[in-house]
């Protein structure tokens, strides 16, 4: 199944909209999950008092969001 969601940025102005279905919510979970193995973040509260866990987490959720769920612009909000 596919699935759609639309984001309002700018004053809803702008919009970006994500497709995804199971597929890539699995490759979701996969990365996170590894992410916790790695870094041994295993908590919210490891999260925010290791080092590690801390600096490794943009670069994390930017990968998911850049080269996983990959927003598309949308030129005008539905």
Do not use: R
């Amino acid at each position: 199944m596919i699935n759609k969601k639309t984001f309002s940025y700018y004053g809803e102005e702008d919009a970006v909209e994500v497709v995804y279905s199971e597929d890539i919510m699995k490759e979701v979970i996969y990365k996170i999950f590894n992410y916790m193995e790695t870094h041994n973040c295993f908590a919210g509260e490891v999260l925010y008092q290791d080092d590690d866990c801390i600096i490794y987490a943009p670069e994390v959720l930017s990968d998911i969001i850049d080269n996983i769920l990959k927003p598309k612009f949308i030129k005008e909000v539905l």
